[in-house]
């Protein structure tokens, strides 16, 4: 589909048009300025923000955020909401790597302060937190504990002392999903999820020192402690694992067959799907949020196993050096939210595949130091050029069911990115400008080259400029730690 087919509402937005002749239910609606959409005209995306708008019970517009490329299905960036009683789930409207979500640790630490020690610390991850594919971690889960980690999250592991109250707070939905019920797991997802607690995983996953680059609203950088240039913060990036992987293998055979024996036509069978409230639907919820469950768990662990490593390199508590969270968010999952449609308000099942929730100012799910705020967003960049801190605002909640931008989005295959380029080309790169990079796999580094995806600072524009998220801080890599 050409972007011929779009009319531009303004600056940021573009309406693909409801076409009834391939069964579309409702508009698509893409976030973008003139050259992002050209890119996504180049791959299937908005043939995909299409096939999303012919499934039943969607409520608004099928949406593409600024970040948007080809996914499984949705395009990753794609957001969906569904009427509970009349609409469907679908585990291509969440993706594989279920929760991948990225969490930021802000620290009292200034750039000059790490001195010669940046080194240290980023061998210290390295060797703390076990990455690559198919890696497993110190903490071995037999299956009483494995359960107790699918049902409650990052509570579990807080409680077993790695981690506050405070890190529940800063973790969307305080870092469990409700309706998790681990006997929905097949044995295969058990089996791989015993040995992975506390991975990291490969591919676009990462560990990131990085340093604020730029302040762009004072206030409420603050309320969330970024409060300077140069200041050291800690961004993590990953999800579920194999564990979350075999939970959606596993749902896909499950979907196709309850798609046709609930008579739901499909435009693309990669969007399988059930109704909400059918026991196909209910069993895959249980499943995701199971999924969705282990990955925060898995985010607070490594987390600890950072402050851990600052600690044994500046020998002081991470208390002392205020290695705080800031927020963990989720961007692949579907939740049960309340939304206000044609000003009534209603439960919807909310899809976010490649997408952050951006909830504003004065939502109660906030915690109370940041709602006057917004939610924190945190929008990763590539490993070369930066990332951002943005706040949830009112627009997202009008617009996108409270949703923004996850990253900066693919722009070339990973098949693409190393034909392009060696590994070592790109260690040298990242080198010269002063970024230091420890990778397990050979080709991790050309397949997540910074020109293997779409500018962020773009990406983010569109997201300030759309009013679905806006500009808290900008931050600059420092070191980098891939899978």
């Keep these: 589909m050409s972007e011929e087919k779009l009319r531009q509402v303004d600056e940021y937005r573009w309406l693909l048009p409801r076409d009834e002749s391939r069964g579309m239910r409702t508009d698509g609606m893409v976030f973008a300025d003139e050259k992002l959409v050209v890119g996504m005209s180049n791959d299937p995306t908005l043939e995909q923000v299409a096939n999303v708008a012919c499934l039943p019970g969607i409520v608004g517009n099928s949406l593409a955020m600024p970040d948007a490329h080809c996914g499984y299905g949705f395009p990753i960036g794609g957001v969906a909401a569904f ?34 020690r940046l080194e240290r610390v980023v061998d210290g991850m390295f060797g703390r937190v076990p990455a690559g594919v198919g890696k497993e971690g110190s903490i071995k889960l037999d299956k009483t504990r494995l359960e107790r980690v699918l049902t409650e999250g990052a509570r579990w592991v807080v409680a077993r002392g790695d981690g506050s109250e405070e890190d529940l707070r800063h973790t969307e939905a305080g870092g469990c999903l409700e309706g998790a019920d681990a006997s929905s797991v097949s044995k295969r997802a058990m ?18 020192i990085q340093a604020v680059d730029r302040i762009d609203d004072a206030e409420t950088a603050a309320a969330f402690g970024i409060e300077g240039e140069g200041q050291i913060c800690v961004m993590i990036h990953c999800g579920s694992r194999g564990f979350g992987h075999q939970v959606c293998d596993d749902a896909i055979g499950t979907m196709l067959k309850a798609a046709e024996k609930y008579g739901i036509e499909l435009p693309d069978r990669q969007l399988a799907c059930a109704p909400v409230n059918s026991e196909e639907g209910r069993t895959y919820y249980a499943a995701m949020a199971a999924a969705a469950n282990y990955a925060w768990a898995n985010r607070q662990v490594i ?7 600052f600690e044994e390199v500046f020998g002081s508590s991470a208390e002392r050096l205020g290695l705080r969270l800031v927020y963990d968010v989720a961007h692949n999952v579907a939740k049960f939210e309340r939304h206000r449609v044609d000003g009534v308000e209603r439960e919807l099942c909310v899809h976010r595949k490649g997408a952050t929730r951006a909830f504003g100012p004065g939502d109660e799910e906030l915690p109370e130091e940041y709602r006057q705020h917004g939610q924190p967003v945190l929008v990763p960049g590539d490993m070369g050029r930066g990332s951002y801190v943005l706040a949830g605002t009112q627009g997202a909640m009008e617009q996108t069911w409270g949703s923004t931008a996850h990253g900066a989005g693919r722009v070339l295959s990973r098949k693409a990115a190393i034909r392009k380029q060696h590994s070592n080309e790109v260690r ?4 010269e400008q002063g970024i230091l990079v420890r990778s397990v796999g050979k080709k991790t580094l050309a397949e997540e080259a910074p020109d293997a995806y779409k500018d962020v600072d773009e990406v983010v524009a569109v997201c300030d400029g759309a009013g679905i998220s806006r500009r808290v801080a900008r931050l600059r890599p420092l070191a980098v730690v891939k899978g």
């Design 83 to 116: 009427d509970v009683e009349e609409g469907v789930i679908s585990p291509g409207g969440v993706g594989y790597d279920i929760n991948c979500g990225v969490r930021l640790v802000r620290s009292d630490l200034m750039e000059d302060e790490l001195g010669g």
């Design 191 to 208: 089996e791989r999820g015993r040995g992975q607690l506390g991975t990291l995983g490969s591919g676009n996953h990462f560990l990131e």
């Design 303 to 309: 987390m600890q196993r950072v402050r851990e490593v």
């Design 428 to 431: 040298a790169k990242l080198k």
